[in-house]
């Protein structure tokens, strides 16, 4: 697909492969950060639903990283130029447990890439493949959804959000606090500025305070999920981002049992939906 007179079709196919060694003591650090309920974890231990993301690190050189603190475009995803990357939704199905302290693989690849325009300007989507394997052979497969915006105009105004449903059974606050963010960006090697560079994300981003990482948001939904249903195994997992949550206020997970399946939400401090998903239970 093209946009502004660029041409990324070729980049749909490209691979990139990641080994790492799934280390215990960096799931005991996600535990610890989450205030999970899941006890201290040793070698032989099944890493719980979407912790994955804690794993294969890009150890990109300075050199390499680009304004925003990611790895500068055009060695695996496509130069696209528009300036916001944000995390825009994930779909992950689990097939086998993946053993801590044991080694395990990744192969990435990208599957599409569309340019749109949108109510506030020009859009691209890249959607990515990842499948992780054990020693067990296959263990999970995630698409994985990742949006380019451009810069906001002056006095740009947010849409308007849409409320979440009231009465949900299942509900936890959350104190986004910037020691939270830091934690999980060293905990995922993610250098994105907009999630603890305060003058950066106010400044050149335009956004109103520190963001919230997506798959963070996207985690905490799961591990409510896991809360409220601990004798359950999770087999699948969808999510969709619709607005972003800052660290200036407290949101809220949220979530109502279906029989085999989960509803789930984030819900910002205004009562309105930021991100929706759904967990199946094998």
Known sequence: MTSRGQDWSGWIGRTAEAEDAMDVARANALQATLESEDPEFAAGDFLPPLWHWCYFWQAIPLSGVGRDGHGARGAFLPPIELPRRMWAGSRVTWHEGLPLGAPARRVSTILDVVAKEGRSGPLAFVTVKHEISGAAGLALTEEHDIVYRAAPQPGEAAPAGRPAPA???????????????FRYSALTFNGHRIHYDHPYVTEVEGYPGLIVHGPL???????????????????????????????????????????ESADLWVVNPAGDIAMQGQVVFG
């Open 217 to 259: 948001l996207a985690t905490l939904m799961v591990d409510l999920a896991r809360r409220a249903q601990p004798a359950r195994r999770i087999a699948g997992f969808s999510f969709r981002a619709l607005s972003p949550i800052f660290d200036t206020a407290p949101f809220s997970v949220a979530g109502r049992p279906l029989g």
């Open 167 to 181: 009465d949900l059974p299942w509900r936890r606050e959350i104190s986004p606090d910037p020691v939270l963010l």
